[in-house]
């Protein structure tokens, strides 16, 4: 269990972050995805995990890429560069 915990935990971190950015309470964030407070609570804390539903909802609600939530890019919105920086153009 805790190797995936481990694993879980940086959806967690970033959930906390960006509701936190937000000023938005867990409370706040529970009812707008319609789930309890103790879900919340446990997403942040990776002992659990949001479905995909619920972490779409928060990449609106966090205004973020759902790619931010799931660890695999540094930034809440993606950044593209000018088409000229790919194609040296």
């Not at 942040?44 to 890019?73: H, L, S, T, V």
Request: with cysteine; charged share 35%.
């Amino acid at each position: 269990m805790a190797r995936r915990r481990v694993e879980l935990r940086i959806i967690g971190q970033r959930i906390k972050e960006l509701r936190t950015n937000m000023n938005y309470s867990q409370k706040e964030t529970a009812d707008f995805l319609n789930v309890s407070i103790d879900t919340v609570k446990n997403w942040e804390q990776g002992w659990n995990y949001p479905r995909i539903e619920d972490m779409i909802k928060m990449a609106d609600m966090f205004e973020c890429d759902i790619d931010y939530i799931f660890g695999r890019q540094e930034h809440p919105k993606r950044e593209f560069k000018a088409y000229s920086e790919y194609t040296d153009l």
